[in-house]
Each structure stands twice: as C-alpha cells, then as structure tokens.
C-alpha cells in the first residue's frame, strides 16, 4: 500500500462525505427516517465505490465535482443493500464495522423503509443533478438500475442465500460475485470513465478492469476473514465459513485462493493497459486492494 | 356506478396485463426471485394506478400505448409497496386479496428482495421505453422517485406506523394520506396527462384533481373497513379499528367521513371542470371510487 494513495483517498473521501451528507441533510423527510438513512449512510463506509468512480474519472479528466451525485447515487445504493441485508430474515447480523446494524440501532420496519428510501432517493438525486446534462442523466439512471435491479445485484442475493444450502462450483461462485458486488463496482469505473468522455473501446477494457477488480475484492475478503485480524474488519474472524459458506478459500484452499488473488490483480492490470491508462489512480487501487489487511 | 365506465375499465387493465406481464417475463433474473415478482404483480391488484393514467392521457389524445411502461413502473412501485408493508415487522399480514402474502408464499428475505426488485425495476423500465423521448423518460423518473420515495410514500409510511401509537387529529390523518397513498395517485393522473401535452395550468388542476381522488379513494377505504362485507374487500372487517388506527370515521363518525366522502368528491369535479375537461373516464372514476364496495 503506496502512501500516496492512502492521501488521495483520504482527500478524495472527505470532500465526497460532505456532499453525499448535504444531500441527506437537505431531505425533508420525518425525523426518524431520516436519522435512520444518515445513521447508516455516515456509519463509516470505506467509500471505495465512490473512489473508484473518482479514480475513473480522473484517469480522462480533473474537474471531479461533476462525479459527485452519481458516486452519491451508487453509495446509497449500496447502503440500502447492506442495510437490507443485515435484516433478521438475510443475514441477521446485529453489528456492522463495530456498529449496531440500522435494525438494532432503529427498528426492523425502519430500517426496512431506510433502505428503500436510499435506494429511490439514488434516482431522484440524480435527476436533480445541476452538473451533468439530461443524456448523462439517463444513461446513468439506466445503468445503475440494471446494476442493481433484478439481473444485477438483487440477482446477486438471492442466488448467494440459495448457496448457503448447496455446494457451489467455482463458476457459481464467480457468477454470485460478478453480481452481488461486481455490478455495482463496474458501474463505479464505467460511469466516471464515461462522464470524462472515454471512448467506446476505452470503456471495453475499463468493464474488465472492473470485473478484475470485483473478484480481486472479494477473493482478499474471503482471504481476510480466514486471516486477519478480528479488530481490522470489525466482525468475528471465521464468521462465513461458520455459515459454511461458498468462499474461494473453501473451495481452492488458501494458497489456491492466493494464486487467483494475484491473477485477478494482473489481468486488471493487463485491461488498464490495453485501455491506454498508464499513470491513474486505478493502477495503484489493484495493490491496495490486493494488499489491504481491513 | 355506470356500466360503461367498468367495461371501459376491463377493456384497459386487459391490454395493460398483457404489456406489464411481458415486462416482468423478459426479465433474465433467478427463477425465485421472477416468480416472487411475478407472483405479487399478477395477485388480482384493481390496476387502479395505471388506470389513472390511461383515463388521465385519454382526456386530450387517444394512442395510449404511450402510456403502458410509465403505468407499469408505477403498478410496480405500487406492489413493492404492498410487498414490504405487509412483512411481519411492518403491518405483519398474512392475507392479501384472499391470497397469501408474498413472505407467506415465499419467505420474508425472498420478499424483502423481491420488493427491492421491483422498485429497481420500475426505473429500468421507463429508462428502456421506445415510446417516450429522453425529456419524457427523466421527467418521468424525476416525478415517480419524488412521489415514491422518503418526502413522499415512504413519508407517508413511516408516519402511519407513527400515528399508530399516538392519536392524530384531521390535518394529520390528511397528510399521511396524501404521502402514503396520495403521492403515487398524484403521479398516476399528472404523468398521463404531461404524456398527452397537457398545459401548464391543465396540470396544475390536474394535481388538484388528483389529491381529491385520493383522500376520497381513502375515505371511501376506511368506510368500507366499517361497513363492507368481508368477502368483498378481502380482508376482515374492522381490520384496522381493531389495531386503533385513526381513521375517517374514528375521527369524524361515519356520517361525518361520508360528508368528507362528498365533499372531495364535489371538488374534484370542480378540478376537472377548471382544467376545461369535460366528457372524460377521470369525471367518471370520481363516482366510481365514491360508490365502490370493494
């Protein structure tokens, strides 16, 4: 992990954090909704969807404001996602990052409302948006709802609650990746490389970057959770092989898990290259995702 | 109520069945969450919603079909709204139209993501749609995330589940209304006639309209619960007394929620008449929600 990039995330985050919470403040929603939505939403998320739309953009271009509202629009998004997740009925998961989960803090039918509410207000800020034109607009809504709709996320979901029960293969395993989180993590790359005015084939490579990526993150989450240290991630090590979850470890062992780690890591580098982008904060995003130990 | 409105009524929710099904049949998501969806979506719903917005378009211009994906979009976020409503931490209903809810059928984390879906999917499909051009697509999502989300039906949610533990007086009985179910009617009659060209004034008392058809549609509803025969409407009888709701006819008698029933039936024929709609299914819906029995 470069210093360097811990500062650009630093920087980049705590601007972000502003304008995603002016956002919820300036909501004129009942009281206890709205405390529900910022609780979660400023429960110290890493950001790494917002900074990736960022990093995307500033590979083309400097003036990131423009990124602002749709990298807002993704992290609600994922909020609501987790905040649903958390719930009794999925995961039922009383903390999160030290935490009490938004059901714990609130209660169950908050907390169910909270995410919905995050998850259509994603749309209406976009809509709002000031800094991007209505063709920018659209085609943001329209790939953010297929990022997180039924084929994308959602899909995601429900195929890793029905993993929980069955023995998935390697490919299964992928496919529940690629969309649970993969989705949401490829449009981070696509929308701020295509606000900065990539090209068509500069967005090819960036998609495989992204799908790189994704894995990569995952496969250092599972590795983590075998590995690290209960106080870094903040949940009990072991805690999803406990469930007897599918994970990479599981299924190649921890050294096969390795190997596919720094294979994820060299492809995304090999699709940044092929996408023309030498010097960019996405290259240096590979190593601190492969290398990160929270 | 007159016989030519029902049959008008039956003609149009037959060709928009077929339109909203397809929608959901297209859809390349895992078996069980596009059965989950589907099951809610076709589970005997009036189509209410999307007549509005059919009868609301035809009041200035007749090809209709313009109006199937936007009245589908709503009819989802409609459902999704039922969907988590009815799970055991908000309204806890195991019966919805004689049928089983959805987490009845399915299960409640299945249920929870099917509702999820749903509402992703309402705005994927208005992204997608051939029949709108790009000003009427963002203009659609921008009134559709305001009238669906936390300032608007999730408002109106959470402040139900609010006045459940306390008592509320008229002014605020009228404003969950107006959000919870109001906002979404609003959006029904507003989109069908922005589709159709309406003026700026047409669709200012359009809205005026509107927020009638829905206190009266919610009036005539609490009625019911007091007076409507149980087979009819699907639910027991004095569902909501038992649980203390505030209601019309807590607050006001039932002689004084029927005087309220006519009297926003009275203006929204006044709305009408001042947008200069005349011979319009809108003026006939007022008589036909007001004389309801089901």
New interface residues.
């Given amino acids: 992990m470069t210093k360097p990039f811990e500062n650009y995330i630093e920087k980049r985050v705590q601007n972000f954090n502003i304008k995603l919470e002016n956002l919820l403040q300036n909501?004129?929603?009942?009281s206890?909704?709205?405390d529900s939505?910022k609780y979660s939403i400023t429960a110290g998320g890493k950001r790494i969807r917002p900074v990736l739309v960022m990093a995307s953009y500033e590979a083309f271009k400097t003036d990131i404001e423009k990124t602002y509202t749709i990298a807002s629009a993704l992290e609600m998004i994922h909020t609501?996602s987790l905040i649903?997740d958390d719930?009794p009925?999925?995961d039922d998961d009383d903390y999160r990052r030290g935490s009490p989960t938004n059901?714990k803090k609130f209660?169950?039918?908050?907390a169910?409302?909270a995410?919905?509410?995050l998850?259509?207000?994603a749309?209406?800020i976009i809509?709002?948006d000031m800094n991007l034109n209505?063709?920018e607009?659209?085609y943001a809504?329209?790939k953010l709802?297929?990022a997180?709709?039924?084929?994308g996320m959602?899909?995601g979901?429900?195929?890793d609650?029905?993993a929980e029960s069955k023995n998935v293969n390697l490919d299964e395993l992928v496919t529940i990746h690629s969309k649970k989180t993969g989705a949401l993590i490829n449009f981070a790359v696509h929308l701020g490389a295509y606000l900065a005015g990539a090209t068509r084939e500069q967005l090819y490579y960036l998609d495989e970057y992204a799908s790189n990526i994704g894995l990569l993150f995952q496969v250092q989450d599972d590795i983590l959770d075998i590995i690290g240290d209960e106080d870094k991630i903040g949940k009990p090590v072991g805690s999803d092989e406990e469930l007897d979850k599918s994970t990479y470890p599981n299924l190649l062992g921890l050294k096969g898990a390795k190997k596919y780690r720094d294979m994820y890591a060299e492809e995304a580098k090999v699709a940044l290259y092929n996408a023309g982008i030498k010097d960019s904060y996405l290259k240096d995003l590979i190593d601190y995702i492969a290398q990160r130990d929270h």
Same sequence: chains 1, 2.
């Fill in positions: 909501l004129e929603a009942p206890q909704l709205k939505m609501y649903h719930l009925a999925m059901h209660d169950e039918a908050t169910i409302l995410g919905d509410a998850l259509t207000y749309f209406e809509t709002d209505i063709e607009k659209l809504i329209s709802s297929k997180s709709g039924p084929e959602i899909a979901q429900i195929l609650i029905e």
